[in-house]
């Protein structure tokens, strides 16, 4: 079983910044790929972002592309969502996810995804 627990969201302008953090128990973390998605009211969850086990390949929504960066730590076992020029589209409930087992390819539908965290709200006003 992996636990994961979001935090780092809030409410920015426009143009700001934001770094999410997801925290992870287990020891096995550091062979996982994991993955940010967001949800925003009334429209289905969405992919942003994933990272393979080793953190040197990285996969990215057109959306984001070039202004978010995930990243991962796992002697800390803990992966980033380092967000610059927010917009309010960007506005959403942000989660983690793990993906249990080894991929080729890094998956960007939820359904790929086995363990979730409860999520961290990101609200970026005009």
């Known amino acids: 079983q992996v636990q994961l627990v979001e935090s780092g969201g809030g409410l920015v302008q426009a143009g700001g910044s934001l770094r999410l953090s997801c925290a992870a128990s287990?020891?096995?973390?550091?062979?996982?790929?994991m993955g940010w998605f967001r949800q925003a009211p009334a429209k289905a969850r969405e992919f942003v972002a994933a990272i393979n086990w080793s953190g040197d390949t990285t996969t990215y929504a057109d959306s984001v592309k070039g202004r978010f960066t995930i990243s991962r730590d796992n002697a800390k076992n803990t992966v980033y969502l380092q967000m610059n020029s927010l917009q309010p589209e960007d506005t959403a409930v942000y989660y983690c996810?793990?993906?249990?087992?080894?991929?080729?390819?890094?998956?960007?539908?939820?359904?790929?995804?086995?363990?979730w965290g409860q999520g961290t709200q990101v609200t970026v006003s005009s």
């Open positions: 287990g020891r096995t973390f550091s062979s996982y790929a």
């Open positions: 996810a793990v993906v249990r087992g080894w991929v080729k390819v890094l998956p960007k539908t939820a359904d790929a995804y086995d363990y």
